[in-house]
């Protein structure tokens, strides 16, 4: 069974850095993309930040690009977000997903073929 589990979400103030993890099990996604999405209250779905098979090329949202920064150890069958200089808008669940396609990037939730169950990031003013 493929699991992927994120922790390291929490509560903080404005301007502090969180580091969120996914690891996964049950498989080994070493030649497959891996991409972090958030979902705040009341909003859609939304594309964070992807990284590629082998951690050589990353993506991010424009909202993010220059704070958050992906990351990836194939070795432990994990991903990391790295979150700076966060923001009370940056507040949402943050999802780890995965694509059965291997190489290819997609940025379109619904191209995910494994999700986490999320960990709530909160930034307070």
């Known amino acids: 069974q493929v699991q992927l589990v994120e922790s390291g979400g929490g509560m903080v103030q404005a301007g502090g850095s969180l580091r969120l993890s996914c690891a996964a099990s049950g498989r080994t996604f070493s030649s497959n993309a891996m991409t972090w999405f958030r979902q705040a209250p009341g909003k859609e779905r939304e594309f964070v930040a992807a990284?590629?098979?082998?951690?050589?090329?990353?993506y991010y949202a424009d909202s993010v690009k220059g704070r958050f920064t992906i990351s990836r150890d194939n070795a432990k069958n994990t991903v990391y977000l790295q979150m700076n200089s966060l923001k009370p808008e940056d507040t949402a669940v943050y999802y780890c997903?995965?694509?059965?396609?291997?190489?290819?990037?997609?940025?379109?939730?619904?191209?995910?073929?494994?999700w986490g169950k999320g960990t709530l990031v909160t930034v307070s003013s």
């Open positions: 997903a995965a694509t059965a396609t291997q190489y290819i990037v997609f940025q379109d939730p619904v191209r995910m073929d494994y």
């Open positions: 990284i590629n098979w082998s951690g050589g090329r990353t």
